[in-house]
């Protein structure tokens, strides 16, 4: 607390007091996939958690999250739970939301 | 001599060996040579030219060994008409025993002498065992006339002639014995060494057959034994019962127990040690198994140990025995649960609620452990009454158990606010999972626990990480890998901030940037954090949040793709420094309030309305936070209520005698009671998601499965984390078929298959 006023002392000797100053902040955030929708359109799971299958399966990797169950994201921006989308391309080869060819933009990390 | 066959006179030859015979038989000295001369002469006659005469030698000494039978049978005469009670019979017993000793003792002599002709004549022509056994084509009547080895000869011949006439008065003799021994006790040795002999000697006159070799013994005398020890055993029960108390009954009987069981091992053959122990059983307990159950409930109730170890005993190996025993415990343990959860009040229910069910659960434990030595039945009853004492509804009303939120609360109160040392606090979560183990829904008290958890890790508010990680771990090795990976993300969530921080800390000093702020960001995967829906709540962030934000997020985004951060300003804190009337003060706050205060530092007042426009707080958010700066007194409002044209300055003459505190606005001000409600919607949802990966997960390793099969697979799985509705299994089922995850077969109605 001296410490504190110390300081307060030797700012005030500087430059004008400030009423308010910001000292410390505990912000919190929460990170999602840019997804323009939260749930994958294939397997209705939240596309923050692993798709159903790799659900079923359960990985018993408990330190992470399921690196093997990523998102994908199409030419067209929709985006899928990669596991579901490779096994809809088998059948065809479109958006199952928009219908345009399927080709991968990216996937998360 | 010669070992070749040759011409012999019988007579003459026999004449010789019958008197080694009579010796034998006496046990009288035989000197060596005429035992071997004897040898001889046994093989002599069997092998005798022309032709063999073993036929001749069988007959013979069959006959000689009835003669000697007789006449020793004739011995016993007086007994045979007179009334033998007390020493007479005493008397009988030791004659007979000594009689069967030396007799059966030359016979095995005698045997012996006779090697040549038990083994190369008589084996010869014995039947097989497997013959017996099938009875393959040999009547009984060919097999009782076919001849025996000579010690077996002899043994029948003892029976035919002996035990035939002698065995009932031997018997009763026998059973006059044993029931001296019983009142009395006052039998000598040499009385237990006879009767025992006499005894065995029923069993050892027909020990050479294959089958049926106890028969004799088991007609003759177990059935007798039998009938005269329950009747025994009936009398002393009644006798006892009219002068003892349960309690002394059960010691009494006990005794009786072991005594019968010394006695037996005593006198009886093996095969009757049992059937002994089983009529004593019957006779004074099963007879009357009422008046022992007759103080059952009070022994429970009032712990008597002492009597239910005792009662234990004695039910324990009749058949459903213990059934109503275990019963009442059950019951018991019910009453005794719900009424130490009932009417809990006050701040602490939760605690009250878990270590009341403990101390109920613990008590009965170390009974059974004491008791009932840990029988299995007994622990099964107390799971079914803890179980059923925690699921059941409360009586105060409510629909809902609250067991589950309980057990949650008890958890974070420990790993919040303790006292106590590390070891305790992990001894209690150990102990908690007992209880938690008995909530059926245990996926509520997972929605419970993870948004206590989410708090405690938000607002630093956990006192030790790794207790963190050692309950969650305590939940999984419970519930399996799947109950806790939500938990486990938040809790890794934690560890990951720390480096991000660090790792963003040092990217800023690599840059040569600073900020002026000591920042700290906790970054928290969606999804795995119970926090409810983030939109809607509108903040206009200031520049002096906007800048580390800003920052932050180009350091985040190059760090990551296709990830987006939302930033939970409600859930944010920090601290201000705050100089007023010549004196600083370092001032704990949220940071809708900081917001708020910053805004005056170029301007001494401002209207509400003004305020909440420029910061977009919606009207709720902006009351609240307004009001908790009035109430500390850094601001000041010009009238009563907060209206849009109240006009807000800062107190300029504000004083606190503390230089660091805290303000809390209602920190997320929902209501208990909304937060439950909340909870368990929640868990509805979870359940479902739940189902269907079992459904998938099931399906996929079995391929093709019927309906009701299914079902109980789904029933089982589940079982570790909540009871399933069937309805809402059946939902999953429809709606995976929907999702073509699974599909009917074309041949079955009932019947599913995975489609790959
Ligand atoms: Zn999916
Ligand atoms: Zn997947
Ligand atoms: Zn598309």
Not at chain 2, 148 to 159: A, S, V
Not at chain 2, 402 to 425: F, H, Q
Request: charged content about 25%.
């Amino acid at each position: 607390m001296d410490e504190e006023d110390k300081i307060s002392d030797s700012e005030n000797q500087t430059k004008p007091e400030k009423m308010f100053t910001l000292k410390r902040w505990n912000s919190v955030a929460m990170w999602s996939w840019d997804c323009s929708t939260d749930t994958c359109a294939i397997c209705r799971v939240q596309v923050m958690d692993a798709c159903l299958r790799c659900q079923a399966e359960s990985k018993k990797d408990a330190t992470n999250k399921d690196v093997t169950c990523v998102v994908c994201w199409g030419e067209c921006n929709h985006s899928f739970h990669h596991c579901c989308i490779s096994l809809w391309v088998k059948q065809s080869n479109r958006c199952p939301l928009c219908q345009q060819e399927w080709s991968i933009q990216r996937l998360s990390s | 001599m010669s070992l070749r066959p040759q011409k012999i006179e019988f007579d003459v030859v026999w004449g010789c060996l019958r008197q080694t015979v009579d010796k034998v038989l006496k046990l009288n000295r035989v000197e060596r040579d005429d035992w071997n001369s004897s040898f001889t002469d046994v093989y002599t006659i069997c092998v005798a030219f022309p032709e063999p005469l073993a036929d001749r030698l069988y007959a013979e000494t069959k006959l000689f060994l009835e003669n000697h039978v007789k006449v020793q049978l004739e011995e016993f005469n007086c007994y045979r008409t007179e009334n033998n009670d007390g020493e007479n019979g005493q008397m009988m017993l030791h004659k007979y025993y000594s009689a069967w000793k030396n007799y059966s003792q030359g016979l095995e002599y005698l045997n012996y002498l006779y090697q040549y002709l038990n083994q190369q004549h008589i084996k010869k022509q014995k039947v097989s065992e497997a013959e017996i056994l099938y009875g393959n084509g040999t009547t009984p009547l060919a097999i009782s006339q076919e001849q025996m080895e000579i010690g077996e000869l002899g043994l029948d011949i003892w029976r035919l002639f002996m035990i035939q006439n002698l065995g009932d008065i031997l018997v009763k003799q026998i059973l006059q014995g044993i029931e001296r021994d019983r009142l009395e006790n006052n039998l000598t040795s040499k009385d237990i060494e006879t009767i025992h002999g006499v005894i065995n000697s029923f069993v050892s006159v027909q020990d050479y057959k294959k089958k049926g070799s106890l028969h004799l013994y088991e007609t003759l005398f177990e059935e007798k034994l039998l009938e005269a020890s329950g009747s025994y055993f009936m009398s002393q029960a009644s006798k006892l019962l009219q002068s003892c108390s349960v309690s002394q009954y059960m010691q009494e009987v006990i005794r009786v127990l072991d005594e019968e069981n010394v006695r037996a091992h005593k006198f009886v053959h093996m095969n009757s040690v049992k059937k002994l122990k089983k009529e004593c059983e019957d006779r004074m307990i099963s007879d009357h198994k009422a008046f022992l159950y007759s103080e059952c409930k009070e022994m429970v109730s009032n712990d008597k140990r002492d009597d239910l170890r005792n009662l234990y005993i004695l039910l324990k190996p009749l058949q459903d025995g213990l059934k109503e025993l275990i019963q009442i415990l059950l019951e018991q343990i019910k009453n005794e649960g719900a009424e130490s959860i009932m009417n809990l009040k006050g701040e602490n229910v939760h605690i009250q609620f878990v270590e009341n069910m403990l101390q109920v659960h613990q008590k009965y434990e170390n009974l059974i452990s004491e008791t009932f030595k840990n029988d299995p039945l007994f622990l099964s009853a107390l799971d079914k009454a803890c179980a059923s004492v925690i699921n059941s509804k409360l009586s105060d009303g409510k629909t809902t158990c609250r067991s589950a939120e309980l057990v949650a609360k008890y958890c974070d109160n420990l790993l919040k606010k303790s006292k106590s040392t590390e070891s305790e606090i992990e001894s209690k979560l150990s102990k908690s999972i007992t209880i938690f183990k008995y909530i059926e829904d245990k996926d509520v008290y997972q929605k419970f626990y993870s948004r206590m958890l989410a708090k405690r890790l938000i607002h630093d508010q956990s006192i030790n990480m790794e207790l963190e990680e050692v309950m969650i771990n305590k939940l999984k090795q419970a519930c399996g890998y799947e109950f806790t990976n939500k938990l486990h993300r938040m809790y890794t969530d934690i560890g990951i901030s720390v480096d991000l921080n660090n790792k963003f800390n040092q990217h800023l000093k690599n840059l040569n940037d600073e900020l002026n702020i000591n920042l700290s960001i906790k970054v928290l995967q969606a999804g795995a954090w119970p926090l409810g829906p983030q939109t809607n709540i509108s903040f206009a962030v200031p520049q002096e949040f906007e800048q580390p934000i800003r920052k932050f997020e180009s350091f985040y985004n190059s760090s990551f793709s296709g990830r987006k951060l939302t930033w939970l300003h409600h859930l944010c804190a920090g601290e201000l420094k705050v100089s007023l009337a010549k004196k600083s003060y370092l001032i704990t706050m949220q940071t809708y309030q900081m917001a708020m205060l910053l805004l005056f530092e170029n301007c001494d007042s401002m209207s509400c309305k003004e305020v909440r426009e420029m910061l977009q707080l919606s009207h709720d958010n902006f009351q609240k936070h307004l009001q908790s700066l009035i109430d500390s007194k850094i601001l000041n409002l010009d009238t009563e209520k907060i209206e849009d044209a109240s006009i807000i300055s800062v107190n300029l003459e504000f004083s606190n005698k503390r230089t660091k505190f805290k303000i809390t606005a209602s920190l997320q001000k929902e209501s208990p009671q909304q937060e439950v409600e909340q909870t368990i919607t929640q868990v509805d949802e979870d359940r479902k998601l739940y189902l269907q990966a079992a459904i998938v997960r099931i399906m996929k390793s079995r391929k093709v499965l019927k309906h009701n099969a299914l079902i109980q697979e789904i029933l089982s799985q589940s079982k570790v984390c909540f009871a399933p509705s069937i309805p809402m299994i059946k939902k999953c089922i429809e709606s995976l078929i929907d999702k073509q995850y699974i599909e009917r077969t074309a041949n079955s109605s009932d019947e599913y298959s995975y489609v790959a």
